[in-house]
């Protein structure tokens, strides 16, 4: 498993809602109008539908002009669209027009990230963290958690994933990324911890029984990577990966048959996969090594 796939979960934005303040020259019926679109806009935003929501806001904004949390909402808007420029450019409008928007300062840190701008990511994140007003701390910790990672600065990226943890009760992305950095330090106890404490929040968090059963066969611990893996194989039944290493696993200590079934549906499930060709090189090679050679003759007649 890729590392990248890994932190898949690492930016955590911020939807917006609210209401649209009316400016003393519009008139009611356009801030009413203004409201529905820039409700439309967030609405939009939480379902996944971005183009639907960069309509609605623009409409918002025409409507509604130097509005914070129009600009703000279109930011984030583009930044789910991959248009970083102009997701920064309308964080910077938003913050411009209310200075204490931190939220828009947290999304602007993670577009910063996005593109691998890490020190202009750290300065905004460090500002949301200071920010005795701000409700959701734990997020820009998080962040400066990942940033930091990025940076390959583990000793940091540990100190703020701690912080998240502290901050935010039952934080599992924060409580999973710190077990996968004291991993990379190759701390496997500090890292099976806090798996452990993912798992006992969410028992069928998949990355936290992958990265467990990966150190307890590494430290030898066999029974125990054989627990975590089957129960991987239970709750993803058709994931090639998972099923070749329980199949290997099996034969390393001597349930051969169960193993070898565990390989052989692995490339039933799609024989053209490399997994699948791993998996029939590993079934091949097992059965040329134990295979049936009769019974050796003693004396010769």
Request: glycine share 6%; hydrophobic share 35%; charged share 30%.
């Amino acid at each position: 498993m890729r590392l990248d796939q890994i932190l898949g979960l690492v930016l955590m934005l911020a939807l917006v809602s609210g209401c649209v303040p009316q400016a003393p020259t519009m008139s009611k019926e356009s801030a009413k109008t203004a409201q529905v679109h820039y409700e439309r806009g967030v609405n939009y935003l939480k379902s996944g539908k971005t183009t639907q929501a960069v309509k609605e806001l623009l409409t918002a904004q025409k409507l509604a002009v130097n509005n914070a949390d129009i600009e703000h909402a279109l930011g984030l808007a583009y930044q789910r669209k991959g248009l970083y420029e102009q997701a920064i450019q309308q964080y910077k409008k938003a913050l411009k027009l209310e200075p204490k928007l931190t939220e828009a300062r947290n999304n602007m840190g993670t577009t910063f990230l996005a593109t691998g701008k890490y020190d202009e990511a750290i300065k905004e994140f460090e500002y949301c963290l200071n920010d005795a007003t701000y409700s959701t701390p734990e997020k820009p910790a998080y962040n400066l958690g990942v940033t930091y990672f990025k940076k390959k600065d583990l000793d940091k990226s540990i100190e703020y994933y701690q912080k998240a943890v502290a901050l935010g009760r039952n934080n599992v992305a924060a409580l999973y990324n710190l077990g996968y950095c004291y991993q990379e330090k190759k701390e496997y106890p500090k890292a099976l911890e806090n798996y452990q404490k993912v798992l006992e929040i969410d028992k069928n968090f998949k990355d936290a029984l992958y990265q467990t059963a990966f150190i307890q066969e590494k430290l030898q611990d066999y029974p125990s990577a054989l627990d975590a893996l089957e129960k991987l194989a239970q709750i993803d039944p058709k994931n090639q990966s998972t099923l070749e290493r329980l199949g290997k696993l099996m034969i390393r200590v001597g349930k051969v048959k169960e193993g070898i079934k565990k390989l052989e549906e692995v490339v039933r499930l799609d024989p053209g996969s490399s997994t699948a060709k791993e998996a029939q090189k590993e079934i091949d090679q097992h059965k040329r090594s134990n295979k049936f050679r009769g019974i050796p003759k003693t004396s010769i007649k």
